[in-house]
């Protein structure tokens, strides 16, 4: 019942499974070293244009009011669409 299809590692230019893993998790692992560095301020420093941003945490939290910010935009636009308006939609 061979159905005529080569096998994943008879296929030339496919990689053997294990060998595209270790190349995701070592990709993963540079980057995470990477963002980690980032993190600590070893790469680079960043002056703000204003006090505020100097701030720990500052464009992680902008980022968290930001995203809330969209969800409750999504929200209020189910809640004040109007019923005609859902039927054509």
Request: aromatic letters at 6%.
């Amino acid at each position: 019942m061979d159905s005529g299809t080569p096998a994943p590692a008879d296929r030339p230019g496919v990689p053997p499974p294990r060998r595209g893993l270790r190349l995701l998790v070592t990709l993963c692992a540079l980057l995470l070293a990477a963002d980690l560095l980032d993190l600590a301020g070893v790469l680079y420093h960043r002056h703000g244009h204003y006090s505020v941003e100097e701030w720990f945490g500052f464009y992680a939290a902008l980022g968290l009011a930001s995203a809330g910010l969209a969800l409750i935009a999504g929200r209020l636009g189910r809640l004040l669409r109007s019923r005609g308006d859902a039927e054509n939609a």
